[in-house]
T-cell receptor, first 112, second 114 residues
């Protein structure tokens, strides 16, 4: 099984509050892990990806950060949320040559 | 990763074949074509992928032109449950390199009508 667990499913947070979204994966070890954000009616924007423990690459400058403390754990964080951080956040994984992405069920974040 | 171009929306009658096009004219020789679909408020679901040969699985068929600059996803008998946003992406299929990352465009919204 290449299951991905994301929680919570929905989250409403005030501006300026901290954020921590966790993604845990099952299955093959040492997967590539990804955080995507999706604005309403739009495609997926890649935020961060990780090819191993402690290895994080950022795709776009932003108010968010990511960490990978364990092989199967990927965390998205913010110290102070902005209104523009609202969106649908998706965690994804893939392993091996030719492997497609497996996505989690996502977290819909609304910053108020 | 090469960019892709897809029509923003398409309609299809239930029971008929849905043919979704994708242009990827700048695709590199080592880049695969992947298709995903996203039903409202869910994570995208992998459908199929290919390098240069046509591919078929239980969900769909993928037709890639000989020059690999475009492809078509075919849902042979569309149902109402196939209504979704369909994304075409191209990427190098490598592990432990940054080449495995991809950006998804806005995709094609397919509406299957009864």
């Amino acid at each position: 099984s290449q299951t991905i667990h994301q929680w919570p499913a929905t989250l409403v947070q005030p501006v300026g509050s901290p954020l921590s979204l966790e993604c845990t994966v099952e299955g093959t070890s040492n997967p590539n892990l990804y955080w995507y954000r999706q604005a309403a009616g739009r495609g997926l924007q890649l935020l961060f990806y990780s090819v191993g423990i402690g290895q994080i690459s950022s795709e776009v400058p932003q108010n968010l950060s990511a960490s990978r403390p364990q092989d199967r754990q990927f965390i998205l964080s913010s110290k102070k949320l902005l209104l523009s951080d609202s969106g649908f956040y998706l965690c994804a994984r893939n392993v091996g040559r030719g492997d497609g992405y497996t996505f989690g069920s996502g977290t819909r974040l609304t910053v108020v | 990763d090469a960019k892709t171009t897809q029509p923003p929306s398409m309609d299809c009658a239930e029971g008929r074949a849905a043919n979704l096009p994708c242009n990827h004219s700048t695709i590199s020789g080592n880049e695969y074509v992947y298709w995903y679909r996203q039903i409202h408020s869910q994570g995208p679901q992998y459908i199929i992928h290919g390098l240069k040969n046509n591919e078929t699985n239980e969900m769909a068929s993928l037709i890639i032109t000989e020059d690999r600059k475009s492809s078509t996803l075919i849902l042979p008998h569309a149902t109402l449950r196939d209504t979704a946003v369909y994304y075409c992406i191209v990427r190098v299929a490598s592990h432990n390199t940054n080449a495995g990352k991809s950006t998804f465009g806005d995709g094609t919204t397919l509406t299957v009508k009864p």
